[in-house]
């Protein structure tokens, strides 16, 4: 049994919510996604993945597939349709309006979780007092940490920090990333966007979530604690605890 909860707001700075999320528990999948580009088409990408990923759950079968490759397999092709979709948007490409998104999926069958992303939406893993970032950035800064040109700290406090190097709509091909991990009772799950994990360090998150509040106040905590920190873009997260 999986204990849900999430919530999204529009942040302090921001004068429309770009974030978008998706439940779909009956298959077990959740999903957050994070819009880029202008004239509102970033809330046009995100609304239209999470809604497009959680309408290809429904349609294909998800159980059917029982093992690593053909779970990475079924997200694939999942995420392949959606980003054919959102590229193909726009009629004419000299023109687009940049148009694209972030996306983070989780989905947990018995003692299993698997995450797909592409962008910097995260998921997390919450467990006996400690946090686990499962997914990684796809991000120009995250690039520069990796080979070693800046360090951690540098990476909050640099001007091209929120500059994604994969989106899914932004170009034909997608190229998610796929994490499977091993879960167990009380874990809890987060994923969430850079709205949220640009503002609080890990361990302001995991004291949130090791608090044992429900999910619902546990989202709801962490999107104050957000805005209290400077809540500089939209913050959308979704909490998972396993019961």
């Given amino acids: 049994m999986v204990q849900v909860g999430f919530k ?12 978008a999320c998706f439940v779909v528990p009956k298959d077990n999948v959740y999903i957050i996604a994070d819009g880029v580009g202008g004239n509102n088409a970033g809330e046009i990408a995100s609304r ?11 349609e294909h079968d998800i159980s059917k597939a029982k093992d690593d490759e053909s779970l990475r397999d079924y997200f694939m092709d999942c995420l392949t349709e959606v980003n054919t979709l ?7 490409r000299d023109k687009k309006s ?12 018995g003692d299993t979780a698997y995450f797909i992303n592409v962008g910097d939406s995260r998921a997390y893993v919450c467990r006996d007092g400690r946090i ?3 997914t990684e950035d796809h991000t120009y800064v995250n690039t520069l940490l990796k080979n070693g040109t800046i360090t951690a700290d ?16 932004g170009d034909a091909i997608v190229e998610p990333d796929f994490y499977r991990m091993d879960v167990k009772k009380n874990d809890v799950i987060l994923l969430c966007t850079d709205g949220l994990h640009s503002e609080l360090t890990d361990d302001e998150i995991c004291e949130i979530t090791d608090a044992g ?7 709801a905590k962490l999107v104050v604690r957000a805005n209290q920190k400077g809540g500089r873009d ?6 998972l605890k396993l019961s």
């Avoid at 509040?213 to 989202?219: A, H, K």
């Fill in 213 to 219: 509040d429900s999910m619902s106040d546990t989202c």
């Fill in 86 to 92: 959102i590229y193909n948007m726009d009629a004419d």
């Fill in 234 to 239: 939209n913050i959308t997260v979704i909490c």
């Fill in 132 to 134: 686990s970032q499962i």
């Fill in 8 to 19: 999204s707001d529009r942040g302090l700075k921001r004068s429309n919510n770009e974030d």
């Fill in 98 to 109: 940049g148009r694209a998104t972030t996306i983070v999926v989780a989905y947990i069958t």
């Fill in 48 to 58: 239209t993945a999470v809604s497009r990923v959680a309408e290809y759950v429904r």
């Fill in 154 to 169: 540098e990476v909050r406090k640099h001007p091209k920090r929120n500059m994604i190097t994969r989106a899914l709509g």
